[in-house]
């Protein structure tokens, strides 16, 4: 949901480490530089990938690729379906987005998603977009996590807000799920299960995404 909750490791501290697990670093040694990866994609070209965003409202750092597994790196990858270009699929089962684009042939994302009691499937569709979200918190979230209720009229756009630089806001029968796909700046929490059922990308495939998706797209959320 809209609530991008942490696992409860520590005691609660009311910033983006206690709803995404871990912050934001600087890139780590690159000594692999150049080296192959298990899945094809060099480390060089994460480094490109994944590199700073200065141009952005709030400046985008690099990500610290060492934190993330290669195979969840972003890529182009062959994928059957009967689903029209253009549809977001959602794999929680295996950590990953695809954005199908025909012929076979899909753009694949590492994502984080749900945790256990949230993980959620069916279609759905995005309703509307955001760049730099207001983030408000649900009232449930705020009877489970009490300090969280400084922001019940809502956190503005930031680096340290939970939705990041964009959001993709989905809809049924034009109604709000409360359930997104938002912008993640913690890289160590792709490829696990950490929030109450939304789904996020890295910052830099977020807005990859975001600027080929327009209002209306599909979006089919496998089960786990």
Known sequence: MDEIALLGRRKPVLNRRS???????????????GCATSDGLIIAEAVKVYGP??????????????????????????????EAPGTIVVDTGNFYVYRVEGDGAATRYGTNVGRDGFLWSGDAYVGRKSE??????????????????????????????????????????????????????????????????????????MIHLYARTPVKTKVVILPA
């Not at 965003?53 to 934190?67: L, Q, W």
């Not at 597994?69 to 972003?74: A, F, L, T």
Request: charged share 20%; net charge neutral; proline share 8%.
């Open 19 to 33: 709803f995404l697990l871990g912050s934001a670093t600087s890139l780590g040694a690159l000594g692999l530089a």
């Open 53 to 82: 965003m200065p141009d952005e409202k709030f400046p985008i750092p690099t990500v610290d690729i060492s934190k993330v597994d290669p195979n969840y790196y972003r890529r182009t990858v062959h994928y059957d379906t009967k």
């Open 132 to 205: 730099w979200a207001t983030w408000t918190p649900p009232k449930e979230m705020i009877r489970r996590q009490p300090e969280a209720a400084k922001y019940a009229r809502g956190m503005p756009g930031g680096l340290d807000n939970p939705l990041g630089a964009r959001t993709l806001h989905f809809y049924q029968n034009g109604a709000y799920t409360l359930y997104t796909i938002y912008a993640s700046s913690e890289p160590d929490t792709i490829s696990t299960g950490i929030t109450s059922g939304c789904v996020g990308l890295l910052s830099q495939d």
